[in-house]
Nanobody, 115 residues
Framework: QVQVVESGGGLVQPGGSLRLSCAVS????????MGWYRQAPGKQRELVAGITTGGSTNYADSVKGRFTISRDNAQKMVYLQMNSLKPEDTAVYYC?????????WGQGTQVTVSS
């Protein structure tokens, strides 16, 4: 019943920036801790950033200092500001809640970091 739509991905050079957006359709968005996940070809999906209902954040070591997750409860949006992008950040990025069971995965948005 909850749907998420990710957007904002694209092709960017190393060192560049992108801002990803996630629109959530559910009624109780403000009650859920949220996260951004990514999956590169041949690799497991991994959590890259999380944000609690109170706004506390956590990040995978690989993105600390470069990525910032935020949320707008009034607009039911989650954002991921990605700076100083590296080729190893190339993946499909997905938005979901942090609690289990997770919602159905959306289509994600492709981020490609390449010269």
């Amino acid at each position: 019943q909850v749907q998420v739509v990710e957007s904002g991905g694209g092709l960017v050079q190393p060192g560049g920036s992108l801002r990803l957006s996630c629109a959530v359709s559910g009624t109780f968005f403000r009650l859920y801790a949220m996260g951004w996940y990514r999956q590169a070809p041949g690799k497991q999906r991994e959590l890259v950033a999380g944000i609690t209902t109170g706004g506390s954040t956590n990040y995978a070591d690989s993105v600390k200092g470069r990525f910032t997750i935020s949320r707008d409860n009034a607009q039911k949006m989650v954002y991921l500001q990605m700076n100083s992008l590296k080729p190893e950040d190339t993946a499909v990025y997905y938005c979901n809640r942090r609690a289990t069971p997770l919602w159905n995965w959306g289509q994600g948005t492709q981020v490609t970091v390449s010269s």
